[in-house]
């Protein structure tokens, strides 16, 4: 008995001994790499490569950010010797730092304590930053507050940041407990390169994505030498049987031999937000696309630039109002939303207006996107009830309270413990895409897409089948919270311009957006010139009238009345315009009456000024009123009420200056249908007012 404890006495100090022997650290040096002379002198030399990136990101006020440049050679040194406390500290610090791969970290870090527990003064901090990087949220909080009881008391800013990353990580522990139900997919290579490729733009139907990449492809193949990274472009992919084309660069005016970035883009994809370069901190300008062409960039103007740091916009699908984020003085942050209206008098942007507290932080809030709805916000913050880094958030604005509500955090797996950022979301609701560093990434940050699962937005589709098919199942636990979409639904309007006569001319035309229960103009937009597409973001809860102008033709309009209760639809509309010739006749979509009477409600009034302007400009034009009704009712009262509703029209057209000689009206009951009387849809287009053109 005595001599088999000795035996394992024996064992177990041999083992201790082996696991010292591997916890050892093992210093660059020739005694320990006595056969191994060319190799050790090579790893010292890649040590010294990297170390010149490192020390020139950790000076002092430093502009470079070369951490990223570092980690090969680091990496080829480890290599050689991966037993090394230092230089493992070394290589997580610059994972920590570089804006990819950052959960690497981890690894390198526990080698270098487990190595030197002495390596750096800092160890735990970094270890803690790592643990949360890979959302060990708990053990991240241990060595947060192991570095907060080495930190010297007059080091306050340092307790100061500890403290909010311990917050962090309670919020993530809290967020996780609590997925939401979505797919997140990488929008795969057609789109993301190994280079990082983020900051995605997309128009409301889907159809259109621009996105900024830092790929070897871009104008002038230039690097820039504060990151040793290329310049960033933009790119542009398009939506194409259900799947995104290969990106292409935009090429100039949109890129130059300096920085190029995506910023926004109108919810029609004929308005390009960009910013370019350094110079005062960068600056926003705006291209439109003219044609097939694109504009040469325009600055947004003093009020929105400035000579600080703007990085970000986003404008509003009536394109009258811009948010933008910036670190100019007075903000209650780093960088805070602002949002700035356009002045149609003086044709330039109006002052800043800071978004207020509710949403900024005294933390840094960055890559704001406004719906399509016009009144949800998303942005990204590092305040609010952030996980780590960068989450995103919701605020939906209040006309009546006039407030922001309070930001919603979107939740994991949307939310991670590192930087989520650039979320723009689609009309509908059904997909937003966003930038993220993830295990499936290509290189560096890549876009990802998010599909929302929700009652109202089911995956029913082939191509949401098939995205459920291809992702990595979700554990049932990970399925149980939803996330809400937007309150207001948004249908789209869209489809090309074209003359009538001459179907193969496209037309570049005035559409001009009404609220008819206000009777105000609420956007106007013009179609492509050359392509002759348009788009319209219809938001729940309005009656819309819509009306397609161009000179030298007669005006279309149409009628879109979507509740509040109404889902997201799209509505694809070709619309012919006809040219001011006898015999050529319009349906006022937007000519309302009482019901079974002939009293015209005030939700014509915009169409028919209008009509007495078209009557004004060719002042040699007489017309006829038509009245139509559906088959229900008698012969004889449709005849009489459809007379009647067109005389109620002359009679408004005549006392508004319109000289009676050049107006005649007609009731034609339901004699002449346009569509099928079993419907109420086909009904609904049968009750209409015509205009013809009888002589010009």
Partial sequence: MKKQFSLLSVIVSLLIC???????????????????????????????????????????????????????????????????????????????????????????????????????????????????????????IKEFQTARGLLKTDQKGGTTDIDKRISECRNGIELVKNPALVFIDNVGPEINSPYSDYSPVISADESVMMFT?????????????????????????????????????????????????????????????????????????????????????????????????????SLSADGKTLYFVSNRPGGFGDHDIYKSTWDDKKQRWGEAQNLGPTINTPYSENSAFIHPDGKTLYFSSKGHNSMGGFDIFKSVWNEKTQKWSTPENLGYPINTSDDDVYFVLSANGKHAYYSSCKDDSYGGEDIYMVTFITPKNPVLSTEDNLLASITEPVKETEIAKEVAVPSAAVSILKGT?????????????????????????????????????????????????????????????????????????????????????????????????????????????????????????????????????????????????????????????????????????????????????DTDEGRQLNRRTEFEIKSK
């Fill in 18 to 140: 082996e696991s010292v022997a591997f916890a050892q650290n093992v210093e660059f040096e020739k005694a320990n790499f006595p056969d191994k002379k060319s190799e050790l002198k090579e790893a010292k030399r890649n040590i010294d490569e990297g170390d010149g990136f490192y020390s020139r990101s950790e000076a002092p006020n430093s502009d470079f950010d070369l951490y990223h440049s570092a980690i090969p050679f680091y990496l080829k040194a480890n290599n050689f010797n991966p037993n090394n406390a230092l230089l493992n500290y070394k290589i997580g610090v610059c994972y920590i730092k570089s804006d990819d791969n950052r959960a690497k970290s981890l690894s390198y870090l526990e080698k270098a304590f487990k190595l030197n527990p002495d390596v750096e003064k800092n160890i735990h901090y970094y270890l803690g930053i790592a643990f949360h990087l890979n959302m060990q949220f708990e053990t991240a």
């Fill in 213 to 313: 990449s830092k790929r070897n492809s871009s104008t002038g193949s230039k690097i820039d030498p504060f990151r040793d990274e290329y310049f960033e472009d933009i790119y542009i992919s398009t939506k194409q049987n259900g799947k995104w084309s290969t990106a292409t660069n935009m090429g100039k005016p949109i890129n130059t031999d300096d920085h190029d970035a995506t910023v926004g883009l109108s919810a029609d994809g004929q308005k390009l937000f960009i910013y370019l370069g350094n110079k005062g901190g960068g600056d926003l300008f705006e291209c439109d696309l003219k044609g097939s062409q694109w504009g040469k960039p325009e600055s947004l103007g003093k009020n929105i630039n400035s000579d600080s740091h703007e990085p970000t916009a």
């Fill in 497 to 677: 311009i074209f003359d009538a006569l001459v179907t193969t001319k496209m037309l570049e035309a005035d559409i001009e957006l009404v609220d008819n229960g206000s009777n105000q103009v609420i956007a106007t937009f013009k179609s492509n010139s050359a392509t002759g597409k348009y788009l319209v973001s219809l938001p729940a809860g309005k009656n819309y009238g819509i009306a397609v102008k161009k000179e030298g033709y007669l005006f279309h309009s149409e009628n879109f009345d979507i509740p509040m209760s109404a889902v997201s639809q799209e509505y694809v509309k070709d619309i012919g315009l006809n040219n001011i010739s006898v015999g050529q006749k319009i349906v006022l979509r937007n000519i309302f009456f009482d019901f079974a009477k002939a009293t015209l409600r005030p939700e014509s009034t915009s169409e028919l000024e209008r009509l007495i302007k078209l009557m004004s400009d060719v002042p040699t034009l007489k017309i006829e009123i038509g009245g139509h009704t559906d088959s229900k009712g008698s012969d004889e009262l449709n005849m009489k009420l459809s007379a009647s509703r067109a005389q109620s029209v002359v009679d408004y057209l005549a006392s508004h200056g319109i000289d009676k000689s050049r107006l005649t009206s007609k009731g034609y009951g339901k004699t002449k249908p346009i569509a099928t009387n």
